[in-house]
């Protein structure tokens, strides 16, 4: 498993907290006295409106911030400074119990291990009020859900892009969701993911180290920054191209999430000029007319990203769990036309 971040999905591929959700910005001023003591008991004496369990889920999502670094770790000594808390609106109803098909790989009285399908989001949001992963969840649980992640996430420890296929976890008891959310935090979990891409990387295989943050040309971006983002580390193989050998039209690339940055896959295979077909958003370029055509026939509507292999070691039990699951339907039939390049 990765050494030593969060969520994430992503993923989240984890998403990041610092998405425009309508919520805002708490600042905390720890004082000298303050130092030493346990970080999350420290700021619950200063946030009577949040639960200690609420405020480590936060932690664990990277929505704490000293001096701009992110503070995940609840056991962490508290240090003198200014602290941010970014803390989601919440939403204006509870999500809805729906019977939704799951495709469950795993499941006991803690947790659930499923293979989420492209096109279901994760938990309601802003023009998704329904269908989602959570509604899903609230009527196969029936109850044993999780509630750390709060009214609109219950049972939520990271998160997939909407059209991201691929193993997710969820918390089904809060004692899962905490040791579930600790993981994430010191990155002790083993994610890999499968991207079809355009073109291939310059290096077969390498580790991408940036800084990831909101684009500050387009704010429903991320991007690579210089400075200011979050730390983001993504190492990645070339399993194999397809088209020429000297210069390829498309690979299959495995990448290895070291952090969870919001997109962080989609965003770095970008910035080597490699972009997951099919992404809206970072698929810069337009890929040869073979390749549009292999994506059209293949039934590709949505970024060429799976979710291969997640592994970890259960919260409750300790015991070594890894879980692995094939490409999807339009992932398989895009890869065997490009084979045929």
Request: negative net charge.
């Amino acid at each position: 498993m990765s050494g030593a971040e969060s969520d994430d999905v992503e993923d989240i591929e984890q998403e990041d907290p610092s998405v425009e959700d309508g919520g805002h910005t708490v600042e905390i001023s720890l004082l000298p006295q303050d130092a030493g003591e346990r970080l999350d008991k420290v700021l619950s004496s200063h946030l009577p409106d949040l639960s200690r369990g609420r405020l480590q889920a936060l932690m664990a999502e990277g929505a704490l911030t000293l001096d701009g670094q992110v503070m995940s770790n609840p056991s962490a000594k508290a240090k003198a400074g200014q602290y941010h808390l970014r803390v989601p609106a919440p939403t204006d109803a509870e999500p809805e119990a729906q019977d939704i098909p799951l495709d469950i790989l795993f499941e006991d009285a803690d947790l659930i291990v499923l293979n989420k399908a492209a096109g279901m989001a994760v938990h309601p949001g802003n023009g998704i009020p329904d269908e989602t992963l959570v509604n899903a969840l609230l009527h196969h649980c029936a109850g044993s859900l999780s509630g750390i992640g709060g009214v609109a996430r219950p049972g939520i420890v990271h998160r997939l892009d909407k059209d991201t296929s691929g193993v997710m976890v969820a918390a089904k008891s809060d004692a899962a969701h905490a040791g579930l959310s600790a993981l994430f935090a010191a990155h002790d979990i083993e994610r890999t993911y499968i991207a079809l891409t355009r073109g291939t990387p310059s290096a077969p295989s390498g580790v991408i180290h940036t800084q990831i943050g909101r684009s500050k040309h387009d704010r429903k971006k991320m991007a690579v920054l210089r400075s200011g983002g979050r730390e983001a580390i993504t190492k990645y193989r070339v399993q194999k191209t397809f088209g020429p050998q000297e210069r390829p039209m498309a690979s299959r690339i495995a990448c290895q999430l070291e952090t969870g940055r919001t997109h962080q896959i989609r965003v770095h295979l970008a910035s080597k000029s490699s972009p997951c077909l099919g992404d809206p958003i970072y698929g810069s370029g337009v890929p040869a007319l073979v390749i549009r055509e292999a994506m059209a026939a293949a039934g590709l509507h949505r970024q060429a990203l799976h979710a291969s292999v997640l592994g970890f070691i259960h919260p409750v039990t300790g015991e070594a769990m890894r879980f692995q699951t094939p490409l999807p339907g339009d992932m398989q039939a895009l890869e065997a036309l490009l084979e045929r390049l």
